[in-house]
């Protein structure tokens, strides 16, 4: 539940069976609009794949946010992965609306806005995409038995705090679903979403 990857054959595919359900008109439609704004990759040449991650929820009224674009080049010839990360409030024109700040564009437009947009920005083209919420990152890093993570600093935010709490002590360790979400989430440092981006 919460991971959907979208190809240019308009596959859907959700990871693990809790919650699962099939996918409605509409989550089939905004994946096949996402799709046309995808070129295949070509054999053994580089492979473009973007990452969104969004913050959606169970409000209907509340269409979410892009707050993560990480696009990842897979590239055989050098056998290389590289990343790169547009920072959310970045401000972008959005066909249709005008000047806003990229994670924005998910508002109004789903991934289709997303990828477009991306591709405008960065002249890069995208060959397959991914979108991830909450709770599909927190199942995946637990389905992976958590992930290993080499923490350069005390992470903390009390319970109490109106942000999401994390208690995380410095250095090389296993991270869970919850710590590793609240990890990667947390800003409340000098250099806010870019230290973000690099978590």
Not at 37 to 64: C, H, Q, R, W, Y
Not at 105 to 121: H, N
Not at 166 to 188: D, H, M, S, T, W
């Amino acid at each position: 539940p919460g991971l959907a990857v979208g190809y240019a054959n308009g596959i859907v595919a959700d990871v693990g069976d809790v919650g699962k359900r099939p996918a409605s008109a509409a989550e089939r439609k905004q994946v096949a609009e996402a799709d046309a704004e995808i070129v295949p990759a070509l054999p053994d040449k580089p492979m473009n794949i973007l990452f969104i991650g969004t913050d959606k929820s169970d409000d209907l009224d509340d269409p979410g946010r892009s707050d993560t674009q990480l696009l990842v080049r897979l590239d055989p010839e050098t056998k290389s992965i590289s990343m790169l990360s547009l920072p959310r409030d970045l401000r972008v024109y959005i066909d249709g609306v005008g000047y806003d700040n990229m994670n924005a564009t998910y508002s109004y437009g789903g991934p289709k806005a997303v990828i477009k947009t991306f591709k405008e920005i960065t002249g890069i083209p995208i060959h397959g995409w991914v979108e991830v919420d909450f709770a599909g990152f927190w199942h995946v890093v637990n389905t992976l038995g958590g992930v290993y993570l080499p923490i350069d600093r005390k992470y903390f935010v009390p319970a109490s705090a109106s942000y999401k709490s994390i208690n995380l002590e410095p250095g090389y360790q296993l991270v869970r679903g919850k710590q590793a979400l609240n990890f990667v989430r947390f800003r409340q440092d000098q250099k806010g979403d870019f230290t973000r981006m690099q978590r």
